[in-house]
């Protein structure tokens, strides 16, 4: 039988590669972000590199320059990670994507960056160009279960609390959905200029 983790990493590969040319697992980060966003990923418990990962987040929870830097973590049920987080979200299964993509919408919109900033990764999002219509926070709180608040709040800090950097594993991408999600996050990491930055994500 095939595990989880290989099927995780497959996904998550096979995002990269269409995303920004990688095939490969990505690097968070973490020690340098002000802003971490999580979907589902048990970076603390099981997932990819958790020692690595534990570590990184110590040093990124010490903060910089008398600032603490934010932990936000999107998952139906609550896991190790989502126990450490500032703020814990609980979506439907399989929905992690959708609220990414109205998170992208959110920036956008509010002109917090332009859609081109995304580059390629945008162009594999379905509606991307046009600013995601489908994803206005009214139509991605009825899917997901979390609120238009919430969702406006949280795309306006993801974009402003720079350095930034969004990650996805574990259960989100065992969905049938699961490589569209992985792109979703790629998609808004580009978005927001966290790809081969600083607290951000790199290969």
Known sequence: PIS???FDDAVLRRANELSFGRHQL???DL???NYLLNFGADLLGTWNSPLAHSVAYGAMRQGRGGSRPKFVQVEPRMSQTGASADEWLAVRPGTEGAL???LAHVIMKAGLRPSDAAGGAGTLVEGWASGLPAFTPEAVAKETGVSVARIERLATEFASYGPAVAVIGGAPLAHTNGL?????VNALNALIGSVGAEGGVSF
């Open 100 to 102: 990414a993509l109205g």
């Open 26 to 28: 990505p690097t968070f």
């Open 180 to 184: 569209a999600q992985a792109l979703a």
């Open 4 to 6: 989880f983790e290989i």
């Open 31 to 33: 020690a340098r972000t």
